[in-house]
């Protein structure tokens, strides 16, 4: 997603992410395996937030039949549905039929950086916000650096609370180098009438019902909201897993392969969207836990609880939603 600022990364992140780009003729990848994130604490957090954000990424691939359902797991098939759109090789064929099988992808923090002080201010912009990517990436190759704003920071100059409440992308240094990021604010502090509902009265259109976020937290499962809507929007957009993952010839014969049921940024399309049914100002079906009084729509590790956002499944063309 992009902002309007001129002269921005985000500015350029549009034009790369504009329809011309994904024609059926632009090269193809599928995943290598693994989706290798560096996390940079940027700020002051607390323990919850740290602790959400690392169990929800571990929730990710967690797919053990005692964990309760729905899982959060479910949901990041649907994200690796996305590379059935590729020419995937004999290793992600099964081998009682011809049928093709979407490889899956592993998600691993494999860098988690914390600067307190805020090194490069307060005030993100243009310049210092490129600088915190290139911290979080380090001498890393092949990684997706992931910038994790604190309440302290303002990041209004960069596009968010302007119809976004995340930014993904490619930071461009050079013609030959194009680094992916995904950058996340505090939804508590930031825009939260936009980025923390349902856990936030929403400032536009039917308020609807609030709800108790399933850590106790608002700082902390917003995050986790915003957090998983990058993540699905950058690992499902060709622009951006042309440098992470291997490229292979696309489908040229299998109408259900073809790239026009797929979608950009499939996340952020059911934006306010968690459960079945929904509608502007109403979740859609979602739980309560009777003990805390947090609303979920899935389970991650150890049984824990997160409300995630839904998104797009060319399969069915329409929102996958847990519940």
Same mark, same amino acid.
């Given at each position: 997603?992009?902002? =309007? ?9 549009? $034009?790369?992410?504009?329809? $011309?780009?994904? =024609? ?14 560096? @996390? ?17 990424? #571990?929730? @990710?691939?967690?797919? &053990? ?31 009682? =039929?011809?049928?093709? %099988? ?6 691993? !923090? %494999?860098? *988690?950086?914390?600067? #307190? ?12 916000? +490129?600088?915190? !990517? ?8 092949? !990684? ?8 302290? %920071?303002?990041?209004?100059? !960069? ?7 995340? #930014? ?15 950058? %996340? *604010?505090?939804? #508590? ?27 106790? +937290?608002?700082? &902390? ?9 990058? $993540?699905?929007?950058? &690992? ?26 797929? /979608? ?13 049914? &929904? ?28 409300? /995630? ?15």
């Amino acid at each position: 997603m992009a902002s =309007s600022s001129s002269s921005s990364l985000f500015v350029i992140t549009f $034009l790369l992410f504009s329809p $011309l780009c994904f =024609s059926r003729e632009s090269p193809s990848q599928i995943p290598d395996g693994t989706l290798n994130l560096s @996390l940079l604490w940027y700020g002051q957090f607390t323990p919850v937030q740290k602790e959400r954000v690392r169990d929800f990424i #571990e929730s @990710l691939n967690f797919g &053990a039949k005692e964990g309760l359902d729905p899982k959060v797991s479910a949901w990041w098939k649907v994200v690796e549905g996305y590379q059935e759109r590729y020419e995937v090789k004999e290793i992600y064929r099964q081998k009682s =039929s011809s049928r093709t %099988v979407a490889p899956r992808i592993k998600v691993k !923090v %494999v860098r *988690s950086y914390v600067d #307190e002080k805020m090194m490069f201010g307060k005030d993100l912009t243009i310049d210092n916000g +490129e600088k915190l !990517v290139e911290t979080a990436v380090g001498n890393m190759s092949k !990684v997706v650096p992931v910038v994790l704003l604190s309440s302290q %920071v303002r990041a209004h100059h !960069v596009g968010f609370c302007n119809g976004t409440c995340q #930014e993904y992308g490619l930071t461009i240094k050079s013609q030959e180098k194009k680094q992916p990021y995904v950058m %996340v *604010s505090d939804p #508590e502090v930031q825009c939260p009438g936009e980025c923390a509902w349902p856990f936030h009265i929403a400032n536009k259109g039917p308020h609807g019902m609030t709800y108790q976020p399933p850590s106790g +937290e608002i700082g &902390a499962d917003a995050l986790i909201i915003q957090l998983a809507t990058g $993540l699905a929007d950058v &690992a499902t957009n060709p622009a951006i897993t042309e440098s992470l993952f291997k490229s292979e010839p696309p489908y040229s014969t299998d109408g259900n392969h073809t790239s026009s049921i797929y /979608i950009v940024d499939p996340a952020t399309k059911c934006f306010r969207v968690f459960g079945s049914g &929904a509608f502007p100002g109403f979740t859609g079906r979602i739980r309560v836990d009777p003990l805390t009084g947090g609303a979920f729509n899935s389970h991650g590790i150890n049984h824990l609880k997160f409300l /995630i956002p839904s998104i797009w499944d060319p399969k069915t063309k329409s929102c996958y939603t847990p519940m």
